[in-house]
């Protein structure tokens, strides 16, 4: 069967979808993305379509057979592939059904279709306007930048206010200005001091004085003599350029910090343009790619706008003062003014938090909806003798959230809940009620954890209680041995093993339960989507329970886990003293040794925590393996001090651990493979080398490893940065023992990716939407998120919006969707 033209609208539209959703393959009713586009390219190529092209064509149906196996970078480069030669084929066999004109000989190329710009449509080609062209339409592809909608909702990333600008001689520090001058000398150079950095350096003029600017550029590829030369080309002596940014005081008197630099080209000429104004944007651009090209393509496309259907009602934007969107389109690209932008940049940083609160409040009543998960008797035996064997008593917050749990779990719904608690607040005692719960049920129960420390230390915990009640209980990680690893299969298969604890290793195709009717995913976020789901795939419908010692803001929360019920436990078990948290400078450090000398002399141990393995040629950081030889050496000749990081092999990391617990080590020197899961109540001194480079809650959680017994117990934050900027980041773990205080000083002193402990943390990838800067917008769209499901769960009486739903939801939370 061949190939209709008609057919493309919907593959391209399948292609847009995937890439936006993650390159999850979780498309269609009928087939998942990649069986559906083996499938079109199983069928035969449109008529006339050229040889070299045909055998392309049939390439992608093989290589879409082995999408699933694909990695996401793969995926994401297949698809890009895919798109691009998808038009230029459209491209080619579009011009090919055109008759050459009869008055030119067959020696004269056919000039290209140029399009009306009265009739440019959203979903047309950007090679097809007269602006583009196939060269330039090719640069645009590797922005991912194929249609005229594309272009639209390509936002960019800053602005030049000429509204702001000052002249050079004008300029005081703490303001962020704009300047223009022409370029007076322009360098590019690699530093003697460092063979790995580039300077970029430009002295610029303007009638009342000079400036001199600096980038700066690590790696290698920035000091290759060829790219050095191309920079210099790209400002040439006597140009005028604009320049942006804070004014700072150096040595060299006021400069621009990392300044935005522009050459006023030839669409700049006519600042006062009507379509223009004097707020100029700046776009995220690649090596290659003109800012002249992307502003005169979008100026272009503007006439498009008007095809753009506005889903949010009418009375949903009345309520919450949101501009139309087809303004905020308008207007985010070229604002007359800064409160035009300020409208534009609300209502579409409103849509993206809106429709992923829809999203998440839709997925959560349909969850409400399933009714076919086990129901645990929440009292019981089990439960019974689990309280009587305490040597504790719990915490009122414990108290509350394992009721909150048990009544979860008393239901057919499953249970999708998120047990949030500060370092040593008792998150796993609820756990433990859980899959008591769940195995006095006839169920069995899994615990997942992210690195096999952590996962080791729960199994510990449970075995010590388990024993109690004569409940069997095994680990499972890469390192089980291969004999012990088919006797748990066996156990699983059976039955016989009701809990099982371990990490990625749960989710191996050989493991499968008999009745999985829990599941616990401790520190969620550490694990992909894709891992969830196939741990969950080895039950029925199983009740969830995910847990966290890294206490998250409420913006992250609703972001991260908007679908979720959430408890938290907001009150530390009695007899837990604050640890005294003290900020050092390096000159300082031999007061952090005498401080360990004393607690070692008096039968307590000690923690180093390095940042790094080995040292670093870059960066001036001090290294975990050659400080473990000083200070061994040196420092603290008489002690047994271990080393523990992460590229060590589990037998070695057991032994250093176990010989730390068990006090055949005073002190041990690690890198942040201790930050979670050891527990060892004897270690009152934690000291932390280069804190300035960590995190707030990172080093929250490091702190968190001490003051877990009943000695009073202290963290030294060793820092050597001089700028004021690290010393007050760092001051707030000394002012603060709450780590949601901490978390949220943190989300706004470095970003939410670093607040999870990682980049790639699952967070929704937004265009402009900051859970820094936009909270309120957050919760006023949460707010009307909530109204909209209450009152139409399925949004049947607003397809518009449904429709749009379906798009952004998909995009926005890419593969976070825990399906």
């Known amino acids: 069967m061949s190939t209709e033209l008609s057919d493309w609208i919907r593959l391209d539209k399948s292609l847009s979808i995937e890439a936006e959703s993650g390159y999850t393959n979780l498309q269609g009713n009928q087939y998942r993305f990649g069986e559906f586009l083996c499938l079109f390219f199983g069928k035969t190529p449109p008529l006339g379509t050229p040889a070299s092209d045909r055998s392309r064509w049939q390439s992608f149906a093989v290589k879409y057979a082995q999408y699933p196996q694909l990695s996401l970078s793969q995926r994401r480069s297949l698809i890009s592939n895919t798109r691009q030669f998808l038009h230029e084929l459209k491209l080619s066999l579009e011009t090919a059904s055109e008759p050459p004109p009869s008055k030119l000989p067959r020696t004269v190329p056919i000039p290209r279709k140029q399009a009306d710009p009265r009739k440019i449509t959203l979903e047309q080609s950007l090679s097809t306007l007269a602006e583009v062209g196939y060269k330039k339409g090719e640069l645009l592809k590797r922005l991912g930048l194929f249609t005229v909608k594309d272009i639209l909702f390509y936002y960019p990333r800053d602005y030049i206010d000429y509204a702001r600008q000052m002249r050079i001689s004008h300029l005081n520090p703490g303001e962020t200005v704009t300047i223009v001058g022409s370029v007076r000398k322009c360098n590019c150079f690699t530093s003697p001091k460092n063979k790995k950095l580039s300077i970029f350096e430009l002295i610029v003029q303007d009638n009342s004085g000079q400036i001199k600017l600096n980038r700066f550029f690590t790696g290698t ?86 095809q753009i259907r506005d889903p949010l009602p009418v009375a949903l934007r009345n309520q919450y003062g949101l501009i139309k969107l087809k303004e905020a389109i308008t207007n985010i690209h070229f604002p007359q003014t800064t409160d035009l932008l300020t409208h534009a940049r609300r209502r579409l940083v409103f849509d993206e938090f809106f429709y992923l609160q829809v999203g998440f409040l839709q997925r959560r009543q349909e969850q409400k909806q399933i009714k076919n998960s086990a129901i645990f008797v929440p009292e019981g035996k089990l439960i019974e003798d689990f309280n009587k064997l305490l040597p504790f008593t719990l915490t009122n917050a414990q108290k509350r959230v394992i009721n909150e749990v048990l009544e979860d779990l008393n239901s057919s719904t499953p249970m999708n809940r998120l047990v949030q608690g500060d370092v040593g607040a008792g998150k796993t005692i609820v756990a433990v009620f859980s899959i008591l719960a769940a195995i006095q049920s006839g169920y069995q129960a899994a615990l997942m954890a992210p690195t096999e420390v952590l996962a080791k230390q729960h199994y510990r915990k449970l075995v010590s209680w388990f024993n109690l009640l004569y409940l069997p209980v095994e680990l499972l990680t890469g390192s089980t041995r291969i004999a012990k690893k088919r006797e748990i299969y066996s156990q699983l ?43 969950l795939a080895k039950g029925r419908s199983p009740h969830v329970l995910t847990m966290t010692a890294t206490p998250i803001p409420r913006t992250l929360s609703l972001t991260l886990h908007g679908d979720l019920d959430v408890s938290q436990i907001n009150e530390l078990p009695p007899g837990r003293q604050p640890i005294q948290t003290t900020v050092l400078i390096s000159k300082e450090r031999t007061k952090a040794y005498n401080l360990i000398r004393r607690e070692v002399a008096q039968g307590r141990q000690a923690y180093i925590i390095f940042p790094m393995i080995e040292e670093s040629e870059n960066l001036d950081i001090r290294a975990a393996v050659e400080e473990h030889k000083k200070i061994s050496e040196t420092i603290f000749p008489k002690l047994n001090i271990g080393l523990l990081h992460g590229r060590m092999s589990s037998v070695e990391k057991d032994e250093v651990l176990t010989n730390f617990r068990d006090d055949k080590n005073q002190i041990i020197i690690s890198t942040t493979v201790i930050e979670v899961g050891v527990d060892v109540p004897n270690a009152t001194v934690m000291l932390i080398e280069n804190a300035e480079r960590f995190g707030l809650s990172q080093l929250h959680q490091l702190r968190g490893r001490v003051g877990r017994g009943s000695h009073k117990s202290y963290c030294l934050l060793i820092s050597n940065s001089k700028t004021p900027d690290a010393r007050q980041r760092l001051s707030v773990l000394e002012q603060s023992q709450d780590g949601f205080f901490i978390s949220e000083m943190d989300l706004r002193f470095r970003g939410p990716g670093s607040v999870l402990g990682t980049r790639q943390s699952g967070l929704p990838d937004f265009a402009l939407a900051s859970l820094v800067e936009d909270q309120e917008i957050l919760g006023l769209a949460r707010t009307a998120a909530e109204k909209i499901v209450i009152a139409d769960n399925h949004l049947g009486g607003m397809p518009s919006l449904k429709k749009e739903l379906e798009q952004r939801y998909q995009k926005l939370m890419g593969v976070n969707i825990l399906t």
């Open 493 to 535: 298969k059976t039955g016989e093993l009701p809990l099982l604890v371990g990490t990625h290793a749960l989710i191996q195709d050989k493991v499968i339960f008999q009745r999985l009717g829990l599941v616990v995913i401790d520190e969620q976020h550490r694990f992909g989507v894709h891992q969830r789901a196939k741990l």
């Open 221 to 306: 590829r920035f000091t290759n003599r060829s790219w050095q030369e191309k920079q210099k080309l790209l400002y040439p002596l006597g140009s005028i350029i604009a320049a942006s940014g804070l004014v700072k005081k150096s040595k060299y008197g006021v400069t621009l910090d990392n300044p935005e630099i522009e050459v006023l080209d030839s669409f700049v000429t006519n600042i006062a343009s009507p379509k223009v104004g004097r707020i100029l944007p700046i776009y995220p651009l690649k090596e290659g790619i003109d800012a002249d090209l992307i502003r005169k393509v979008i100026v272009s496309c503007l006439g498009a706008i008007e």
